[in-house]
């Protein structure tokens, strides 16, 4: 008996996607589809609208054109280049979990099966001893961990990644890009945003260039030539 295939995350399609931002244009006419199931990488220059377009995806930039999901799609998985957060408010790294990962109020505390999970995902980005320590304490490098793991629990369809692996030394570069090709040989459907063009060449299947309209769409294995060539 053959094995049963492996259940994928969804398409992304962004079609004649258009947004501007006081008046300025950020985006024009992006178009392209990521396929279900894809390890995707989005680059460009600071300001070529990359973290803009994602934050469309999520709904939360108004834009025009569409935007669409094929397949299932939930959970998502969002991983923010950083979290804005004032780090005197006193709040454990339990307590950030439990705010952007539970639906019930936080000040209601955690149940016991949320909390089981949530230990799991801090494990699994390599800061389970953090779990009591207060979020505005940590360096850079462990709040991005601390917000993967977010991501992680529930289990993605979908997960968006901005820039997870700034500020992070080598060894937790490592554990992203494991965790990462885990989740992608689950069936995950991975968008990332990333400016390291060494490791998008490592990890990515596929790869969309975009410096407000897009520059290239295509194999990962071709992105340096386009690369140099974006105006």
Not at 123 to 138: C, I, K, P, Y
Not at 140 to 159: D, E, F, I, S, W
Not at 203 to 220: D, E, F, L
Request: overall charge neutral.
């Amino acid at each position: 008996m053959s094995a049963a295939p492996i259940p994928c995350g969804p398409a992304v399609s962004f079609d004649n996607v258009s947004l501007s931002l006081g008046g300025t244009q950020v985006l024009h006419d992006v178009s392209f589809r990521i396929p279900p199931g894809a390890l995707h990488c989005l680059v460009g220059p600071n300001g070529g609208g990359k973290t803009s377009l994602v934050r469309a995806l999520l709904g939360q930039m108004p834009h025009t054109g569409h935007i669409q999901l094929e397949g299932s799609a939930t959970p998502v998985g969002y991983v923010p280049q950083a979290l804005d957060f004032d780090r005197t408010v006193p709040m454990t790294v339990n307590d950030v979990m439990a705010l952007l990962s539970q639906r019930r109020p936080a000040f209601f505390g955690s149940g016991r099966r949320w909390r089981g999970q949530a230990a799991q995902a801090l494990a699994r980005t390599g800061v389970e001893t953090l779990g009591d320590q207060l979020f505005g304490s940590l360096s850079g490098g462990q709040r991005q961990r601390v917000l993967l793991a977010q991501a992680l629990n529930p289990a993605p369809r979908l997960l968006i990644l901005d820039e997870p692996t700034a500020g992070i030394d080598a060894q937790g570069i490592q554990l992203v890009e494991a965790l990462v090709r885990e989740l992608h040989a689950g069936g995950v459907t991975v968008l990332w945003i990333n400016h390291d063009l060494e490791q998008v060449r490592r990890v990515a299947q596929s790869v969309t260039v975009i410096n407000r309209q897009v520059r290239y769409h295509g194999p990962a294995a071709a992105l340096a030539s386009h690369w140099e060539a974006t105006p």
